[in-house]
């Protein structure tokens, strides 16, 4: 139906959740040097350049000034980012289906009804993977003088009023980060999807490319219009990028950005709005590729586990 979101959830959302976690690691083990640079750029507000400058001086160059070739495979520490990616991306599209195709559709509609759903799939992915997004940007961006976990919270703990508030640190960014992104994704991915089988309804300069999208093969197309829908979703909403660098530094640097209020007002006074834009280009490309990756992986195995199935 034009409501529908385009997942298969025939199976169950279990096998949806799975795959998706298959993704998610993929994700991570290959494009996390991309994240790793975002959260550079985003730490210091610098540019693409000078983000890569400072990663090559922290992680290719020894305190003797050497060339450390193997300092690259630093930028996938910790190792709970890649615990994070798995759960992160496993729980997106089936929580999200589950909630809006069992109850928010019926109670609030086809747009209001994915609002809520997101709303509250967001709300699950921070409570669950929360704690260790903080750990991975803490512990992975400073490497020199955090050596574990342990120390992590405690470095933290000792900037925020309770343990909560350090445990889950830099959580309202990330909140408003993964719902602006996962709500502006999931309505321009089932835009593309009914498009795709009705081009007809496609506004004119669109019509070509969708009659061209229903030739391609069910996995194919559902793939570039994954790849689309992210695209759009990642730099259409300007609230995804601020959420993400409010997040980053008050996690990078709890010492330095207390509350989000105060992140906010620091970040505006020096350099605008421009500085909640930081690490763009990184996130854009990392993002855009990674949910390509991440959920083609899982539509891409749901649909093969279908014909065993039947």
């Known amino acids: 139906s034009r409501n529908a979101l385009p997942f298969n959830v025939a199976n169950g959302y279990d096998e949806l ?40 001086t922290r992680h290719l160059q020894c305190s003797a000034g050497n060339f450390k070739p193997f300092g690259f495979l630093e ?46 799939n967001t709300v699950g992915e921070v409570v669950v993977t929360g704690w260790s997004e903080r750990l991975g940007v803490h512990y992975g961006l400073n490497q020199a003088t955090i050596k574990s976990y342990r120390e992590s919270l405690s470095a933290t703990r000792a900037f925020r009023p309770n343990f909560l508030t350090a445990f889950y640190n830099g959580a309202s960014g990330l909140y408003v980060r993964n719902f602006t992104w996962n709500f502006a994704f999931f309505e321009w991915k089932r835009y593309f999807h009914r498009l795709a089988r009705v081009p007809e309804e496609a506004p004119a300069v669109l019509k070509p490319h969708f009659e061209w999208v229903t030739q391609m093969d069910g996995k194919n197309q559902a793939n570039l219009l994954t790849f689309e829908a992210a695209t759009l979703a990642t730099y259409l909403t300007f609230f ?33 709005l421009v500085g909640f834009t930081r690490g763009s280009l990184f996130k854009g490309i990392y993002l855009i590729a990674g949910a390509t990756i991440a959920i083609g992986i899982q539509e891409r195995l749901t649909g093969v586990m279908k014909y065993f199935v039947q």
């Open 240 to 272: 995804n990028m601020a959420g993400d660098n409010i997040k980053t530094k008050m996690q990078a640097n709890p010492d330095k950005f207390l509350t989000v209020r105060q992140t906010v007002s620091a970040t505006y006074r020096a350099h605008g």
């Open 75 to 120: 930028m996938w520490r910790p190792g709970v980012t890649f615990w994070n990616e798995m759960i992160h991306w496993g729980m997106k599209v089936p929580l999200t289906c589950y909630l809006y195709n069992e109850h928010c559709e019926a109670a609030g509609g086809r747009h209001v009804g994915l609002f809520a759903a997101v709303a509250l």
């Open 17 to 56: 959740f799975w795959n998706g976690m298959k993704g998610g690691g993929t994700k991570y083990l290959s494009l996390q040097f991309l994240n790793y640079a975002r959260w550079t750029a985003q730490q210091e507000a610098v540019g693409f350049i000078p983000a890569l400058r400072l990663m090559g």
